[in-house]
């Protein structure tokens, strides 16, 4: 069964700092980009980075030069740093990966004050 676990996300003032971490199981890590989401009360998930298998990564335009997206194929984890965060970085969010089909974590929160 493939599983992700987001966790990592809390409280945090305006221009601080927080690392997520996306555990995952189930599946061959190695083979599968893994990708965050994150959504804010009202709005529409939206692309926040991705890191492909072979380590490559893409970022949203909003995050670019803030957030770094890495992974661990020996922990088969996914990691995401967020740093100089903006309360318009507040959302709930996601991990995901593509095995037959779109498989998501349940979220963690990010809230950030300003």
């Known amino acids: 069964q493939v599983q992700l676990v987001e966790s990592g996300g809390g409280l945090v003032q305006s221009g601080g700092s927080l690392t997520l971490s996306c555990q995952t199981s189930?599946?061959?890590?190695?083979?599968?980009?893994v990708t965050w989401y994150r959504q804010a009360p009202g709005k529409e998930r939206e692309l926040v980075a991705s890191i492909t298998s072979k380590g490559a990564t893409t970022y949203a335009d909003s995050v670019k030069g803030r957030f770094t997206v890495s992974r661990d194929s020996a922990k088969k984890a996914g990691y995401l740093q967020m740093n100089g965060l903006k309360p318009e970085d507040s959302g709930i969010y996601y991990c995901?990966?593509?095995?037959?089909?779109?498989?998501w974590g349940q979220g963690t929160q990010v809230t950030v004050s300003p």
């Open positions: 189930g599946y061959v890590f190695n083979m599968n980009a």
């Open positions: 995901t990966t593509f095995i037959r089909q779109q498989i």
